[in-house]
């Protein structure tokens, strides 16, 4: 049965997270491990870790996963915000290092006008940089595809698989599949031969040993309109069937599955009580 969950909120310390998402039928989440928001986190002291750790364990998580801050631009041409970059995604390395994080997810980053292929480069670089510079971590990183939104790369498997091949460490790397984000950037999910081919896809191009989170987000936009807004499952273009044929889908069974729909908490209890109940395997 894949991990079903949501993104949950640090507010009042990360050792809140895991009673949180329980509380809303959780069986993994996602968390920011600091302010998305601002680029100077505050530190995690040795005590919260220790009160997180023990949670995570009286709950059972097996995955926790961490979406990394939004300010982050690794394919960056400006050398000051490449740099700030870097030490920022550096730093989101250090703290799921330090509270057994095994998933850290990115967006892979955009171009200003620069052109995919230097992004492309720049961020295959800066993950070697990263990694290089943090020795004691084995976190896998996680390149989120995109909408195309923007000058935003990472909206193909094979941009995604690009950055990958070019890294010197393709093994710490990862995917994570946002369903909105690939409808968003042309890959049918609607039908069920649209879902086939998808993935199908993504096997041929990344290969599916690569795609370790899945983001389940309907889309509030058309098939191709390079466009991220998330809608509510079943709410959106993509519709309910999509996801229903996700969670039973036995290739992805032991993966975890995070909603980062809009709406409060009681949404997203109701969402992942759906997709629950849905799962026939
Ligand atoms: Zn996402
Ligand atoms: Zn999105």
């Not at 800066?126 to 939104?149: F, K, P, R």
């Not at 987000?217 to 191709?224: F, P, Q, R, T, V």
Request: charged share 25%; with cysteine.
């Amino acid at each position: 049965m894949p991990y079903i969950g949501c993104h949950v909120s640090i507010s009042g310390g990360v050792e809140n997270a895991p009673k949180r998402a329980a509380d809303l039928g959780c069986d993994t989440f996602q968390i920011f491990t600091a302010n998305q928001m601002q680029w100077k986190a505050a530190p995690i002291t040795k005590h919260s870790r220790d009160i997180y750790l023990l949670e995570i364990k009286r709950y059972d998580y097996h995955y926790v996963v961490s979406h990394d801050s939004y300010l982050v631009n690794l394919g960056s041409p400006d050398p000051k915000k490449l740099a700030m970059s870097r030490n920022a995604f550096i730093e989101e390395i250090q703290r799921s290092t330090f509270l057994k994080i095994p998933y850290i997810v990115f967006h892979p980053g955009s171009h200003m006008e620069n052109g995919d292929d230097f992004a492309m480069q720049t961020i295959a670089e800066s993950l070697d940089y990263c990694i290089e510079t943090v020795t004691d971590s084995t976190v896998a990183l996680l390149l989120e595809n995109t909408a195309g939104q923007g000058t935003n790369v990472g909206y193909t498997f094979e941009q995604i698989d690009t950055i990958i091949q070019r890294s010197s460490y393709p093994d710490r790397l990862g995917v994570c599949f946002d369903t909105c984000h690939a409808f968003s950037s042309g890959y049918d999910l609607i039908t069920e031969s649209g879902y086939t081919d998808t993935f199908k896809q993504f096997d041929n191009v990344i290969g599916l040993d690569y795609l370790k989170v899945f983001h389940l987000n309907d889309s509030k936009k058309a098939l191709g309109a390079h466009v991220d807004r998330h809608h509510q499952l079943g709410e959106g273009f993509i519709g309910m069937e999509a996801f229903y044929r996700l969670v039973n889908d036995d290739r992805f069974a032991e993966l975890p599955m995070i909603l980062e729909t809009p709406g409060d908490d009681a949404h997203y209890a109701r969402e992942i009580k759906l997709l629950k109940d849905a799962i026939k395997l």
